[in-house]
Nanobody
Framework: QVQLVESGGGLVQPGGSLRLSCVAS?????????VGWFRQAPGKEREFVSG???????FYADSVKGRFTISRDNAKNTVYLQMNSLKPEDTAVYYC???????????????????WGQGTQVTVSS
């Protein structure tokens, strides 16, 4: 059984920073094909934000490129999402997800991922 727990969300002013954490239990992150961060704003579909592959390749949505950084600490079985220069449009519930099985879904699709965390709220507002 795999469990993912996100933390680090909160209320921050525009231009501020937050660091989200995703801790896995049951399996180590290094054994997954990919770990991704998604977000879902009210009334919108869940969208890909960032991902880190088993070979440490990283990927970002255009909307966060240059502002967000994904990283992994295998010793702590944790994946981080450092978010800088936050904007009001970054407000959403952020989810961590892992891809264990390779399928035909692109890495930006929610269908590519097998396990999900419960999410953490990020609110960017003055």
């Amino acid at each position: 059984q795999v469990q993912l727990v996100e933390s680090g969300g909160g209320l921050v002013q525009p231009g501020g920073s937050l660091r989200l954490s995703c801790v896995a239990s049951g399996r180590t992150f290094s054994s997954y094909v990919m770990v991704g961060w998604f977000r879902q704003a009210p009334g919108k579909e869940r969208e890909f934000v960032s991902g880190i592959r088993r070979d440490d390749s990283t990927f970002y949505a255009d909307s966060v490129k240059g502002r967000f950084t994904i990283s992994r600490d295998n010793a702590k079985n944790t994946v981080y999402l450092q978010m800088n220069s936050l904007k009001p449009e970054d407000t959403a519930v952020y989810y961590c997800a892992v891809r264990w099985y390779i399928n035909n879904a692109p890495m930006t699709s929610t269908k590519a991922y097998d396990y999900w965390g419960q999410g953490t709220q990020v609110t960017v507002s003055s």
